[in-house]
């Protein structure tokens, strides 16, 4: 019997070995990278039993499926979002330290992926701007999947917004997204020296104009939906003439205000699968004998979910329709370059809050917080303390506030002591759970909680503010708090938890329970591909996945 066993086992153990140098021995023809720009992690559960048959359902039932995996991070924010899924890095390596951040030196704000140097090929409506990941600091998976293959495979990334196109892409690859102002899409210098033929030719077609004469209709009928009744609540914020009603009308005498205000309908993902259908075809994208790595980056679902908050009408009608466009994806790409080929990773870059009012009637207290009234409360605080006539706060960028550096040095004051007063002041004030000193948390003078790690990963030593401001649960916390009805960028569960869904060749379906954080992706997408996982990662492979 004991031998029979030790049979057994070894057995066991050459199938394990024999499997698991199959999976990893697995070279796909095309990583199929999804983002969905504030998809929470319990959306697609929440309209589980009317998705299509194979869209979100694809991968929820023939993949890995992590039902816990929650960001490490504080700044749980678009540009940081993308950068961690990409990089396996947090905000000290990867340097995306908000979707903008105070530049000291200039004395002006950064956006994340500007680069003057790069202008937006045929934009000239705003000269001397332009595009790169230039403030990408961290090399990504498309990074390190061109460099094993020694240039042969190739990298294209697309969306609705410029960020995540390009934080996607690399230093490597291609990008394009939608462009608010023309209902084109465009890139930069960066990337090519003017627009391949087929771009101009499918921007010619003015693919966004088809919605002009449209309505955005409800898919089923109306008592089919969760949130039926939630069509018109005070504190929406449609853009353009959209409306807080269905039907939404997307047409608009301005132009420019037709092309912006399309990117908060559904419609809008589909003119960018459009584009990417267009992109997969001119470019035999997965079939040229060397895996390539598309990554799309759908946007509709962050502009809904601002314009009318998560627990809306429109945001659950938007994720039916999402269903139905990545259906149409999957599909398509089974017949281009085979699903069987094809490794399918979704996930997203942030959750999202429900709106504060809405909470408030709930019985939280949740407000709005005003930028303008804590800055000048702040200041004020900071004079009457150290006996001063100027302002030493000067900037708010989500989570930070920023110190005139210049003009501390020239009253002689300290910064650590005045970052600690800072941070008192806002302790005092309403909405604010904690407030942090940068210098105490980069010397490592904070007590080791997960609430203190979590602002240490969001921490950049050179593009973070000096005070970083948390919120209490469920308060509006923004640059400009009127902008949209509902928003992110917290530590709390409803900002951290995304979905992880992972298919393909050699995957084996599973729901995984346990707590994971998606810097694991990363590290997991290359050790799928055999190549070295990026140099700053330090997210851990998925379970199950080891």
């Known amino acids: 019997m004991k031998r029979c066993f030790k049979l057994s086992l070894v057995g066991l153990l050459l199938t394990g070995m024999l499997y698991c140098g199959n999976l990893w021995a697995t070279q796909p023809g095309l990583v199929l990278l999804i983002t969905v720009d504030q998809l929470r992690g319990d959306f697609a559960r929440r309209i589980e039993d009317r998705l299509a048959p194979d869209g979100f359902r694809y991968p929820l039932e023939h993949g890995a499926v992590y039902l816990n995996a929650h960001y490490s991070h504080l700044l749980t924010s678009t540009a940081a979002g993308h950068a961690a899924l990409m990089t396996g890095a947090n905000t000290p390596q990867h340097g995306m330290a908000g979707n903008e951040w105070f530049d000291l030196s200039t004395r002006r704000a950064m956006y994340n992926t500007e680069d003057r140097d790069h202008p937006i090929l045929g934009e000239t409506e705003i000269p001397g701007e332009g595009r790169s990941p230039r403030n990408l600091l961290s090399p990504t998976i498309a990074d390190q999947l061109v460099a094993a293959s020694d240039g042969k495979s190739r ?127 001119a470019e035999n994208i997965g079939s040229e004998g060397h895996t390539d790595l598309l990554a799309v980056s759908f946007s509709a679902t962050d502009y809904v979910g601002h314009d009318f908050g998560p627990n809306s009408l429109e945001a659950e009608d938007n994720l039916l329709r999402l269903d139905r466009t990545l259906q149409e994806l999957f599909r398509f790409l089974d017949q281009r370059v085979g699903l069987d080929r094809t490794l399918v990773v979704l996930a997203s870059d942030h959750g999202v809050a429900p709106a504060p009012e809405r909470m408030a009637r709930l019985g939280t207290g949740a407000q709005r917080l005003h930028p303008v009234r804590f800055m000048q409360r702040a200041n004020a605080s900071l004079r009457a303390r150290f006996e001063i006539e100027s302002d030493l706060a000067i900037a708010f960028f989500k989570p930070g506030i920023y110190l005139d550096d210049s003009r ?89 938890h995304i979905p992880v869904m992972i298919a393909g060749p050699g995957i084996i379906r599973q729901r995984v329970i346990a707590r994971v954080d998606p810097r694991g992706l990363a590290p997991t997408v290359c050790k799928y591909l055999g190549i070295t996982r990026p140099p700053d990662a330090t997210g851990q492979i998925l379970p199950g996945l080891e």
């Not at 037709?258 to 259908?277: C, G, I």
């Not at 007590?447 to 649960?473: K, Y």
């Open 408 to 496: 501390l040095e020239a009253l002689g004051l300290d910064l650590v002591d005045v970052e600690r007063a800072l941070a008192a002041e806002f302790m005092q004030m309403p909405g604010f759970s904690a407030a942090y000193s940068r210098s105490d948390i980069l010397a490592g003078r904070l007590p080791d909680t997960d609430r203190v790690n979590m602002v240490a990963q969001s921490i950049h030593p050179n593009r973070s503010g000096h005070v970083i401001l948390v919120q209490e649960p469920f308060w509006f916390l923004s640059s400009d708090p009127e902008d949209n009805a509902a928003t992110h960028g917290s530590p709390y569960a409803y900002d951290t």
């Open 155 to 281: 990298i294209f990334s697309a969306s609705l917004k410029d960020r995540g196109a390009i934080i996607p892409a690399g230093q490597s690859g291609k990008a394009f997204w939608y462009s608010k102002t023309t209902g084109k899409f465009v890139t930069s210098s960066y990337y090519y020296p003017e627009y391949p033929e087929w771009v101009v030719r499918w921007n010619n077609a003015g693919h966004a104009d088809q919605y002009r004469d449209q309505n955005w209709e409800l898919l089923l009928d109306r008592d089919r939906y969760v949130f039926h009744d939630r069509d018109d609540r005070w504190f929406e914020k449609p853009e353009g003439l959209l409306g807080r009603t269905f039907p939404h009308p997307l047409g608009n005498p301005d132009s420019k205000a037709f092309y912006s205000s399309l990117r908060s309908t559904p419609m809008a993902d589909q003119l960018l699968l459009s584009f990417v259908k267009e992109w997969i075809e």
